[in-house]
């Protein structure tokens, strides 16, 4: 009986040994749980904050992209204001110039007038940066001329211009308009009589 005992008495004290260590597991269980759901917590939280931060940014350059729209707008609309406030003073000399042609008799006054009107666009052209492209007696440039006939001739040198039929115009530098002109041809260069022709440059 003794032995019976003793041996229950060792089973139970085993026992009462082996609870402790169970809540010490679920308490690390516990500990451990807690601890991603806090992970998870604030994981949410800075994504949250990641997605207000990218709505921000979003509404940001969305405004950015409509205010660079209307200042482009702006611009475009308004980029020729300056030119067209020096052209009413020009435009308002015609007007004069017309008025007073009516009342005169003489035509050299409407001949002073349109000189002056003539000499006033000039002027508010080239301050925009609008010059004449040279070309009468000029090399030909195929950059800035535009070659609409030839004339074989020995007078002068090859590719030289004779003829101008419209004026050539550059812009600050950049070519808006090409010259249109009539260059000429060494009769050597062409199996042609030696008289002279006039050919279309196609």
Do not use: W
């Amino acid at each position: 009986m003794k032995t019976s005992e003793n041996n229950n008495k060792e089973d139970g004290g085993e026992t009462e040994l082996e609870l402790p260590e169970a809540q010490e597991e679920i308490t690390e269980t516990e500990t451990t749980e807690e601890k991603l759901e806090k992970e998870l917590s604030i994981a949410k939280k800075k994504l949250e904050e990641e997605k207000d931060r990218c709505l921000r940014l979003n509404a940001e350059f969305d405004n950015l992209r409509k205010r660079n729209i209307k200042e482009r707008d702006e611009f475009i609309k308004y980029a020729n204001e300056k030119l067209i406030q020096e052209f009413i003073d020009v435009f308002e000399s015609l007007e004069r110039g017309i008025e007073n042609a009516k009342k005169a008799d003489n035509k050299d006054k409407l001949i002073e007038g349109m000189e002056l009107v003539y000499k006033q666009f000039k002027v508010v052209l080239e301050k925009n940066g609008l010059v004449p492209i040279k070309a009468l007696g000029e090399k030909f440039d195929h950059r800035k001329h535009e070659a609409m006939m030839q004339t074989l001739t020995d007078e002068q040198e090859e590719d030289t211009i004779l003829e101008e039929f419209a004026k050539g115009y550059m812009l600050n530098g950049k070519v808006i308009r090409y010259s249109k002109v009539r260059v000429s041809k060494r009769k050597g260069s062409e199996k042609e009589p030696d008289t002279e022709i006039e050919n279309e440059v196609k």
